[in-house]
Nanobody, 122 residues
Framework: QVQLVESGGGLVQPGGSLRLSCAAS????????MGWYRQAPEKDRELVAT???????NYLDSVKGRFGISRDNDKDEVYLQMSSLKPEDTAVYFC????????????????WGQGTQVTVSS
C-alpha cells in the first residue's frame, strides 16, 4: 500500500508564495514519478508539475517560471515551490505518484493524496 500525505496549502495574496510538501510511505519502488495535479471548482483535474526519480521534470505551461518542483529520494518526498501566485492558481492540489520501469514506462495504478487547498485572494 502507498500513502501520500500533503501539507503546506493555505490562503495567500496575489504575488505571494507557498510551498507544498508531500510525503510518500509504504512500499515505494525505486523508479517512480511524483508530482502535483490541481482541480479548481467545476474544472477538470490538470497536471501542474511532475518529477521522476532521476530528476526529469514536466510543467504546466501556465506555471513555468513561477513554480519549481523538487524531491528528496531518500525521504520519498516531493515539494512544489509556488511563487508569483495568481487567483487562477486557486485549486485543490493533489500529490501524485506512479511507478515506472527503469526505462521510464509507467506501470501500476495511480496513487493520490487527499488534496490540500490553495487559495490566492486579496
Amino acid at each position: 500500500q502507498v500513502q501520500l500525505v500533503e501539507s503546506g496549502g493555505g490562503l495567500v495574496q496575489p504575488g505571494g508564495s507557498l510551498r507544498l510538501s508531500c510525503a510518500a510511505s509504504g512500499n515505494i519502488l525505486r523508479f517512480n514519478v511524483m508530482g502535483w495535479y490541481r482541480q479548481a471548482p467545476e474544472k477538470d483535474r490538470e497536471l501542474v508539475a511532475t518529477i521522476t526519480t532521476t530528476g526529469s521534470t514536466n510543467y504546466l505551461d501556465s506555471v513555468k517560471g513561477r513554480f519549481g518542483i523538487s524531491r528528496d529520494n531518500d525521504k520519498d518526498e516531493v515539494y512544489l515551490q509556488m511563487s508569483s501566485l495568481k487567483p487562477e492558481d486557486t485549486a485543490v492540489y493533489f500529490c501524485y505518484l506512479r511507478f515506472q520501469t527503469a526505462t521510464g514506462i509507467l506501470v501500476g495504478e495511480t496513487h493520490w493524496g487527499q488534496g490540500t487547498q490553495v487559495t490566492v485572494s486579496s
